[in-house]
């Protein structure tokens, strides 16, 4: 009883639950797995620069790309896998075009098309950086081949640990601008 409480109460991330029915259950069915820890989540906030986008707001879930018995999973260079979920709303974009995801370092150098995102406004993609922007654009051309966006930017955002930054550099009382990158965290 007392695990069937903490499971409801999510305090746990899998939690055993016993079957009173004895009906057939898989072991993927006796498990209650509970949602990603929001602080690896992270907004997308519009540029307001592409008509009907203005109101529109998006947001990254970010977690592990579940291709270990770890539960996490590393590339070949010892980096994290992550998975991005992302999802936009209140986007009514007039017009030709289709929205695409992408990231990219954050200086710019390394860039990675995600996806087209469907008609939910939802696509998924993975990402082996620590520190990296997410930029939706709106594209003309879709070709997963392109390795740069070419259309207006519409929503952006930073990860958490982009966000993180060194003092190496700076003054004792001096600090790095984040609002000149146009995120307010």
């Known amino acids: ?11 746990f991330g899998g939690v055993y639950l016993p079957n009173p029915l004895n009906e057939e259950v898989t072991e993927a ?8 820890v929001p602080y690896y989540g992270f907004p997308l906030v519009t ?11 998006g947001t990254v879930e970010v977690t592990f790309v579940e291709q270990s018995p770890f539960g996490i999973s590393v590339t070949e260079n010892g980096s994290y896998e992550y998975q991005l979920d992302i999802s936009l709303d209140r ?35 993975t990402v082996d950086w620590n520190k990296y922007l997410v930029v939706i654009t709106l594209e003309h051309d879709t070709a997963e081949s392109a390795t740069r966006w070419q259309g ?15 003092m190496v550099g700076h003054g004792v009382l001096q600090e790095e601008n984040c609002f000149a990158y146009g995120y307010d965290g």
């Open 1 to 11: 009883m007392i695990l069937n409480l903490a499971a409801a109460l999510g305090l």
């Open 29 to 36: 069915d006796q498990f209650c797995v509970s949602s990603p």
């Open 91 to 125: 986007i009514n974009i007039r017009g030709d075009g289709n929205l695409v995801a992408w990231v990219t370092t954050r200086d710019l150098s390394e860039i990675e098309q995600l996806g087209v995102l469907n008609n939910n406004q939802n696509v998924r993609g």
């Open 152 to 166: 207006p930017i519409v929503m952006r955002g930073m990860s958490r640990s982009g966000m993180m930054h060194t």
């Open 47 to 57: 540029t307001k620069n592409v008509p009907g986008t203005g109101q529109g707001s």
